[in-house]
Nanobody, 126 residues
């Protein structure tokens, strides 16, 4: 059974950093690409970032470019999202999701992912 579990959310002041983690079981990252998404209250879900081992691709939403990164040196079956220079508008529930490879992360914003975690809350205070 495929399972994804996010962790690392919390409350941080604007300008601060958080590192989210997505733990996977039931599959390996050779077989699935991982995307990060977020949903703020009253807003639609937004794609944030993606990493795909099948072709080494990564992608980031314009709203987080230069501030968020997915480290490439992740441990087996654990993908992180490093979030720096956080802003109040980054406040949301963050989800990781998986989609079968081969997958090019340039298609992040047009793809329905197969499996989802339960989400972790990130709150950035002004």
């Amino acid at each position: 059974e495929v399972q994804l579990v996010e962790s690392g959310g919390g409350l941080v002041q604007a300008g601060g950093s958080l590192r989210l983690s997505c733990g996977a079981s039931g599959f390996t990252f050779d077989d699935y690409a991982i995307g990060w998404f977020r949903q703020a209250p009253g807003k639609e879900r937004e794609a944030v970032s993606c990493i795909s081992e099948s072709d080494g691709s990564k992608s980031y939403a314009d709203s987080v470019k230069g501030r968020f990164t997915i480290p490439s040196d992740y441990v087996k079956n654990m993908v992180s999202l490093q979030m720096n220079s956080l802003k109040p508008e980054d406040t949301a529930v963050y989800y990781c999701a998986a989609v079968a490879t081969p997958f090019w992360c340039g298609a992040l914003f047009d793809t329905v992912f197969d499996y989802w975690g339960q989400g972790t809350q990130v709150t950035v205070s002004a």
